[in-house]
DNA sequence: ACCACCCAGTAGACAGTGTCTACGGCGGGG
DNA sequence: CCCCGCCGTAGACACTGTCTACTGGGTGGT
């Protein structure tokens, strides 16, 4: 079995997604991962000091998930990086309307604080990305901000849209139970309403 | 008056919102609140049926403050729309950086099942005020979207503003400490860049 | 005036949590 | 061979939130 043998450690990373994925951030006390590791509650203590060190590694998978699907997507994705802008927003916001509880560990504050250095590093990576198909899809239109600027804006927006709607008051105050309206507003609005025409063609 | 007898209710949430100032949202345990208010552990419990409608009466005191110092910005404002946006967007993001644990609270995800109906309403009210203000903003540039969906998408970008700055991921991949720069991109985008002259003049 | 009643606050119990410490077994290197 | 470091166990401790029994005091009804 690939789960139970040798390093604990990994077990528990994987037993805390799964649980996370199952039942919700409540669910992730330190007991009871080790509970369904099979293990006592004093074992994880070998390979995290604390218990927010195992949710900052269990986080760390989340940036990991992330990380891989962005580079599938990029791998088989149209060259226009507009829509690849386009299909990466709706990756970000399907991967938090999917994976709730994940979401949420990833970006928790608390998480940060002393042993969650890999965590920024993470999604810088991920930022990275975002800012060169920014570069590339504004190209045209010669902005007068650099690019991390509007790469940064744009995923404030991004995200913004994603937490406010898990939070659900865009449900409600906004009509708009379509996530995709407020991505093409945002898109729209940061790159450019001249790129909006290629809205249509995905 | 059942309020007012029973002051305790009020004396409960004013603890709250103060510790929660002092330290930080981790200082919010009934029995720290119930300590810090005099009273036996097991008090709270006569006014607010659980901890977390506690926590949501002290979320909604914080909508409350915010809301008031929204209106007293209104209030005392120059009557352009763009520049009321700015300011607005400002007040927003102080707020945040300034109260962060009443931020975090505010936003709670399990804070609004069940008893958090009021929550949603008091954002709802703030969430008006922008869409008018947005309405008025770019009443002479024609768009297409309705003033909602864009006015959602600002208070989400500012909303990710906020998140990502406070998480600090902000602060390590753009090199801009100033949240600043990032408010005026969102202003510039949503609104039009033919508002983006008047930014000068605040 | 009296008495019952309700109600806010107290005190204790219970399960559950994170962290700390002492202990056991097991395997590899001196 | 022995000894030591590693890894997991078991129990204790101080917390937490919730539940239940209990008490004191003020009010309303008769």
């Given amino acids: 079995m690939s789960t139970s043998d040798g390093n604990l450690r990994a077990r528990l990373v994987a037993v805390g997604v799964d649980l996370l994925s199952r ?17 006592s509650h004093g074992a994880p203590r070998r390979h995290f000091p604390t218990h ?15 990380g891989q699907q962005v580079a599938e997507f990029i791998r088989t994705a149209p060259p226009d990086p507009y829509a690849q802008l386009l299909g990466l927003g709706r990756l970000y916001l399907d991967f938090a309307r999917t994976n709730r509880g994940m979401f ?14 890999g965590l920024r590093e993470a999604s810088g990576a991920l930022f990275g990305v ?10 045209e239109a010669a902005d007068a901000r650099p690019a991390s600027v509007t790469a940064g804006a744009l995923w404030a927006n991004l995200h913004g849209i994603a937490e406010l709607w898990q939070w659900g008051s865009l449900q409600t105050t906004v009509r708009t139970e379509d996530v995709e ?22």
């Fill in 23 to 39: 039942e919700g951030t409540r669910a992730l006390s330190l007991r009871e991962i080790a509970r369904q590791a099979g293990v």
């Fill in 52 to 66: 927010q060190a195992l949710l900052a590694a269990i986080a760390r998978e989340g940036y990991h998930q992330l």
């Fill in 104 to 117: 949420e560990l990833m970006f928790r504050h608390d998480l940060l604080r002393g042993n969650g250095i």
């Fill in 130 to 139: 975002l800012v060169d198909l920014v570069l590339a899809a504004r190209a």
């Fill in 181 to 202: 309206t407020l991505l093409r507003a945002a898109l729209d609005a940061h790159l450019g309403p001249a790129k909006a025409t290629r809205t249509r063609a995905t």
